[in-house]
Nanobody, 121 residues
Framework: QVQLVESGGGLVQPGGSLRLSCAAS????????MGWYRQAPGKQRELVAA???????NYANSVKGRFTISRDNAKNTVVLQMNSLKPEDTAVYYC???????????????WGQGTQVTVSS
């Protein structure tokens, strides 16, 4: 089994910053893509940012230039630095990792429990 522990959510004023962190542990052989998704009330879950094992990144258009995703392969962590936050960024943010648990095994996606980000004055 693989466990993901997220931290860093909270309440922030518009224009402020937050830093989300996600640490993966458990039966991990290799981690491939890592990413952050979000889900606002009444909306579908959407990709915010993703980073490959080779550190290539992909961002939703709505967060480009404001959010930065990074990873520490030695610590199995992924971080989302969120700057210039807007009220429309309010959502539950979920960490997602794609892993293999043995040398020869299928890639499997795991999700964190979610952390609330609220942007409001």
């Amino acid at each position: 089994q693989v466990q993901l522990v997220e931290s860093g959510g909270g309440l922030v004023q518009p224009g402020g910053s937050l830093r989300l962190s996600c640490a993966a542990s458990g039966s991990i052989f290799r981690i491939y893509a890592m990413g952050w998704y979000r889900q606002a009330p009444g909306k579908q879950r959407e990709l915010v940012a993703a980073i490959t094992s080779g550190s290539s990144t992909n961002y939703a258009n709505s967060v480009k230039g404001r959010f930065t995703i990074s990873r520490d392969n030695a610590k199995n962590t992924v971080v989302l630095q969120m700057n210039s936050l807007k009220p429309e960024d309010t959502a539950v943010y979920y960490c997602n990792v794609e892993v293999t648990t043995r040398q020869i095994s299928p890639r499997t996606n795991y999700w964190g429990q979610g952390t609330q980000v609220t942007v409001s004055s």
